[in-house]
């Protein structure tokens, strides 16, 4: 219920698929400005928005609803014969093909745990070809259903290897049908803005070698695509970095007179078009804590997905505690009873 100008809109409870509809007493089904809004809102979490006139004669769709796609299961064996002789990636790895019963075993059993949405726990040895077990279906997944899939990992050493050699290789045996990209956080990218001001006060530093530093960071923010620190061919001194960094407290966002030239939000546009994202353990479990605090699947770092695998997911119990556990210390304890004695 509302007033003469207004009603709540209560959208918690909606769910997908549902629809919210308004009535216009007037008859004039156009929508208003704050009609648009509204509608823009539901539609972004695949809520439809109609108008109606009293008699629910006429409708004004603005906004249809996202109705859940049916499911297509992935067909293992054809995914099998990418790990062949003569299948995918036998023809693009030579001789250095080798086939595995372990490594199709466990393609198997991994394709099995998409088709069937359920956890599923693997051990692999040393030299299974793991990697290659998992990504194919997960991309298989993605491009027959249109779901995102995230693959975690715990070291900087198996992204690179990802990134570098796995993937591209899965890439080109599936005719370079999907994209993508390495998800890393916003303290790893330039912000121009900043690096404009620390460039502006530059002779106020009194360290030689941080000037130097810093100088050469101005020198290569001039020709970096990236302007990732991994992009750098030196690496600064934390106290140095922190200094040219973006961070979420200062960021202007859309605001920022280098937006459209923002090395982060570059990185964030390639990110939402692709299909496979590769994360660290721990910056996904930052996401997961930034949407469950917000309730809102837009939240957070990442863009919403469905399917993760988690890859050296013996690491996760820690990345996991350190967002979502509480801790307890005989200082905060002692306060506390010290606080409790005092009260009576």
Known sequence: RGNNNSVPAVIDSAMPGDVVIHNHPSGNLTPSEHDIHMA???????IGFYIVDNAASRVYVVVEPFSEREVEPLETDKLREFLLPGGGIARLM??????RDEQLAM????????NESRISLIEAGTGTGKTLSYLIPAVAWSLRNGERVVISTNTINLQEQLIEKDIPLVHEAFGGEFNYSLVKGMGNYLCLLRTETVNEGLFEIADDDEVGTITDILEW??????????????TP???????????????LRARCPYYSRCFFYKSRREIASSQ??????????????????SEKSDAGILPPFKRVVFDEAHHITDAAT???????TKYGIIRVLRRMKRKG
Do not use: Y
């Not at 030579?94 to 086939?99: I, N, R, V």
């Not at 934390?238 to 960021?251: F, G, N, R």
């Not at 350190?322 to 307890?328: D, P, V």
């Open 322 to 328: 350190s967002h979502f556990g509480m801790r307890a």
């Open 221 to 234: 923010a001039k020709v970096t695509d990236d302007g990732s620190l991994s992009d750098l061919s030196f």
């Open 94 to 99: 030579g001789e250095k093909f080798e086939l």
């Open 276 to 293: 496979l994202l590769v994360v660290n353990h721990h910056l996904l479990f930052s996401d997961l804590s930034i949407k469950g605090a």
């Open 40 to 46: 823009s809102v539901f539609g972004d979490q695949g």
């Open 237 to 251: 001194p934390d106290d140095v970095w922190d200094k040219v960094s973006a961070e979420s407290d200062s960021c």
């Open 107 to 114: 393609l198997e059993t991994v394709a099995a745990a998409f």
